[in-house]
């Protein structure tokens, strides 16, 4: 991933941190640019959320991942840079429908939007982006003759 200036500014001044938390922001960034940019690097897995995390404020800290994305040679960063996978929240719809992905039956389509309330498109989308791409869990479909194709987590 190539990175913006703003992003490379926000990495950058994070390395003078004690255990890289992003703590100080370019001028600039305020508001609603300071919750893009933290999004975007997030979504890459360039940030991550500190073990320090307090009071419903995430604090976050480069991930080796981060590191990398700035040339700094992973042999050489320190071993307390966060590298933990997304967190998952209970009692979210992602986390009722990863629950029924991972019944070894499987769940339909139609299962997951009646339970989500969702359209079948945006479930199709979160299973390739969410739970593929940034979770990376392994999502299978099977379709036997006439019955209606089933997902699950293998």
Sequence with gaps: MSLSPTQQQVLEAALG???????????HVKGGART??????ANAGLIGEHVDSQKGRPIYAITAAGLKALGIDLADAP?????????????????????????P???????????????IHTIRGFMAGSLKKKLGMNVVSDKLHDQARKYRIA
């Design 79 to 103: 071993s307390n840079a966060s590298t933990q996978p997304p967190r998952l929240r209970d009692g979210t719809k992602q986390a009722m429908l990863i629950a029924l992905l991972k019944q």
């Design 36 to 41: 893009k940019v933290l999004t975007a690097l």
């Design 17 to 27: 941190q004690p255990e890289h938390v992003l703590s100080a922001f370019p001028a």
């Design 105 to 119: 039956e499987g769940v339909t389509l139609a299962q997951m939007a009646e339970v989500s309330g969702w359209q």
